[in-house]
């Protein structure tokens, strides 16, 4: 599962976090960020599964300036490690590309809307 996160205060931006869960519910390690860093906020995370590579997308939308937002992603790898940086999905200076929402098909394939 991911969410944001007003993780410290306000002055820090909010985060996007993860945390696995087992297929019976259960917690499975601890909470990690995905998004963080520096004073810009982070919105409507959302995540999809490819069984096929055992990974999940998490993808975002990132609030460049109060004129300016991008939707942005992260690969997380079924143990919960991120082996990429974050990267833009979506970056057009100027303009507003919100609330991302993603499906996973076949294989390694991954679809991303905004």
Do not use: C
């Not at 297929?23 to 919105?43: H, Y």
């Not at 997308?57 to 991120?82: K, M």
């Amino acid at each position: 599962m991911v969410w944001q996160d007003l993780h410290y205060t306000p002055a820090y931006g909010s985060e996007i976090y993860g945390q696995r869960v087992s297929a019976s519910g259960d917690l499975v390690d601890g909470q990690f960020p995905i998004a963080s860093g520096g004073d810009k906020n982070r919105f409507s995370p959302d995540v999809a599964y490819s069984a096929a590579s055992r990974s999940y997308l998490v993808a975002w939308d990132f609030a460049n300036e109060a004129w300016d937002r991008d939707v942005y992603a992260r690969r997380v790898a079924y143990d919960g490690t991120r082996p990429e940086d974050a990267f833009p999905i979506s970056n057009i200076y100027n303009s507003h590309e919100m609330r991302p929402a993603l499906a996973a098909g076949e294989g390694n394939a991954l679809l991303a809307v905004w």
